[in-house]
């Protein structure tokens, strides 16, 4: 039985510990001072969770864990009131780090692979799950697959998962996008950038109009959501009846690190509250706005969000615009 503030249930089956490094106007191939570093428990799935929580839902995580090095998850998970479901596998989880150049407002990643995974891992998380769809109303499948993941992993669970009733979100990019998309199945929210979309169709896209029409051939596929994000230039997002454009406002930023993570959690977030298109539009470019102004996947306060939001201009693609 789903309660009246649904559950949400995140997966992460590549989730890293993200090591940041702020050096102000680095070099490459030099000695560089750097100001400030901080570590944090990540992955994209990790990511949303965080963020939703922020925001007072309830939610579960759950994926593949390395047993070696999990307290900083753990810490995170006991901090923001997040339900542990995860599958702990022999090892370190990876680490990602993460350079960010404040000066410059670039952050350049560097992800190691992840832990290999074994059939029994997955056997097990895959019925950990399905079991949460007994009381969890939402699910996000995000990140990239580890080693050992065949890449129709996500879209065999996005089949299971919405034949349980049960609304799916989807965040991840090369073979495992283009499996997703190419299945029977399709989740109900599919937010790729745009370079990820173009790679898991095999096509560029020029401009918007070519980012809509691919847009709506995934809606005609079954989809119910596709958000395309554009960095710096927003975020289209379409629907079978509707579509918006959605600019963020400028501000400082702290990292980049999770701005698409926050995207997504919005994006689900606003689901949850029943939120039409353009405002969920807004309430999702908020969210990543806000991310960005922090170190971490940690939203700033109420207050602030909704200033962000406030300055969030979303077009409807019908000529007219809502400010």
């Known amino acids: 039985m789903i309660t009246a503030v649904p559950r949400v249930a995140t997966l992460t089956l590549n989730p890293a510990l993200d090591l940041t490094v702020r ?17 944090a428990a990540g992955g994209k799935g990790v990511n949303v969770a965080s963020f939703l929580a922020d925001r007072g839902l309830g939610v579960t995580a759950t994926g ?14 006991r901090a923001k009131g997040i339900r542990d479901a995860f599958v702990r596998v022999p090892g370190a989880t990876r680490v990602g780090v993460k350079l960010v150049d404040g000066a410059a407002q670039v952050t350049t990643d560097i992800n190691l692979p992840g832990l290999a995974a074994t059939p029994e891992a ?13 009381d969890h109303a939402v699910f996000v499948l995000a990140g990239s697959l580890p ?9 065999r669970l ?15 990019s090369g073979a495992a996008l283009g499996a997703a998309l190419s299945a029977a199945t399709l ?26 029409a691919a847009a709506h051939e995934l809606i005609r596929r079954g989809a119910g959501l596709v958000a395309v994000s554009q960095g710096e230039r927003g975020a289209l997002l379409v629907t079978a009846g509707e579509a918006v454009r959605a600019r963020p406002p400028r501000v400082r930023v702290q990292s980049t690190v999770g701005a698409g993570d926050a995207m997504v959690a919005g ?20 969210f990543s706005v806000g991310a960005i ?3 971490g996947a940690h939203l700033p306060p109420d207050t602030e969000l909704d200033a962000f939001a406030a300055q969030v201009q979303v077009d409807v693609l019908d000529g007219m615009v809502q400010t």
Do not use: C, M
């Not at 593949?64 to 998970?77: A, D, I, V």
């Not at 080693?147 to 879209?155: E, I, L, M, Q, S």
């Open 122 to 134: 997955l056997e097990d998380l895959e019925e950990r799950l399905l079991s949460l769809t007994q």
């Open 267 to 286: 994006l689900v977030a606003a689901h949850t509250g029943g939120l039409d298109l353009a405002a969920a539009a807004r309430y999702a470019t908020a």
């Open 187 to 212: 989740p109900d929210l599919v937010k790729p950038n745009i370079h990820e979309l173009e790679a898991a169709l095999g096509r560029s896209l020029a401009g918007e109009a070519d980012v809509l």
């Open 158 to 172: 996005i089949r299971r998962v919405r034949a349980a009733g049960r609304f799916v979100a989807l965040d991840t």
């Open 293 to 295: 102004t922090r170190l």
């Open 64 to 77: 593949l864990l390395g047993s070696g090095n999990p307290e900083q998850f753990e810490t995170l998970f």
């Open 147 to 155: 080693p050992g993941v065949n890449a129709d992993f996500y879209a």
């Open 23 to 39: 050096a102000d106007g680095w070099r490459r191939g030099e000695v560089n001072l750097g100001q400030a570093l901080h570590w």
